[in-house]
């Protein structure tokens, strides 16, 4: 639960070097696959709708599986914008039959429209492991008065509602067990220049990288495809504006067309569930199957 708990946290190291820049919208449709054969894990995401704006993703291997769908809503305080995600986080480590779930902090983007734009993360998360354990982590909301910025602190407990760890640290540098002996995680270093790059970790910059064998194995709806995102990546930022309007365009058309002829979106790979009036998306497990098969049928135009 320690090692969970880090990795809850890790999640949200890099948003501290992000908040300047707006991302990309994923088009309807959009996918995203990423293997580590040398890890032995694969992860595959598709944008299942667009309003609103939901995208789905699994990733499998041997000793883990997990899965989620990610969806949000916003509140506009006019200086600053909070993001309350929904949903819920799943992990599941087959080897001690551990079934982890939690739910995501609140965001806030502050100083949208002038200054410096920092962002900040809230709340309280409850990782919950059946009845065998449980950990409540607590983020501290930064303020004016509040000298305790990005810090994090929790405790573990086991089946019975006893703390059996405290945890304690800040979700942008690092984590620790106990009275601070123990690290359980440190965000890893920024490569130079990271905030003219979009502040991109190194693993976050190799996610774009498209050679030429992994091109030939990809679906057309791969973001590596994507014209507008691959022309700014070379630096051709007028070129990828207008790129992007057009991308953009194609999709309000595909929408409009589907509104006229009353065509249901139904995404390749993820399903819609529902379990009372709650709804999530579960993979349909088909993906590298038909990846193997050079995606038969494939006719999704996006871009």
């Known amino acids: 639960m320690v090692k969970v708990a880090a990795f809850v ?57 997990f899965w989620q769908d ?35 902090v609140t965001s806030c983007i502050h100083n949208v429209f002038g200054g410096q734009r920092w962002v900040d993360q809230y709340g309280e998360v409850l990782i919950t492991n059946g009845n065998k354990c449980s950990c409540k982590l607590t983020f501290e909301k930064a303020s004016y008065w509040n000298s305790k910025a990005y810090a994090v602190k929790g405790c573990v407990c086991d089946g019975d509602g006893t703390v059996v760890r405290q945890l304690a640290g800040t979700w942008n540098e690092a984590m620790f067990c106990g009275d601070g002996e123990e690290c359980i995680w440190r965000s890893a270093t920024m490569p130079p220049n990271h905030d003219q790059f979009y502040g ?47 991308v953009e365009q194609l999709q309000r058309e595909a929408r409009t067309e589907r509104e006229r002829t009353g065509e249901e979106w139904i995404p390749r790979f993820f399903r819609k569930e ?6 999530h998306w579960v993979f349909k497990g088909n993906y590298w199957s038909e990846r193997e098969n050079h995606f038969p049928g494939q006719t999704l135009q996006l871009w």
Not at 39 to 56: G, M, N, T
Not at 78 to 90: D, R
């Open 200 to 246: 991109f970790s190194c693993f976050a910059m190799d996610l774009n990288s498209l050679p030429e064998p992994l091109a030939q194995k990809l679906p057309t709806t791969d973001s590596r495809l994507r014209p507008d995102q691959r022309l700014l990546e070379e630096g051709k930022v007028s070129e990828a504006e207008e790129e992007k309007l057009r």
């Open 274 to 279: 529902t379990d009372g009036d709650q709804e």
């Open 70 to 104: 990610a969806r949000i809503k916003n509140k506009f305080w006019g200086k600053s914008m909070e993001v309350f995600p929904i949903g819920t986080v799943n992990l599941t480590i087959p080897r001690h039959n551990d079934h982890y779930q939690w739910q995501k």
């Open 9 to 65: 946290v890790s999640s949200y190291a890099l948003t501290y070097h992000r908040a300047s820049r707006k991302p990309f919208n994923p088009i309807l449709g959009e996918t995203f696959e990423y293997t580590r054969e040398d890890k032995r894990f694969r992860c595959i995401a598709e944008q299942v709708s667009h309003h609103p704006p939901i995208a789905a993703c699994h990733c499998e291997s041997p000793n883990f599986t």
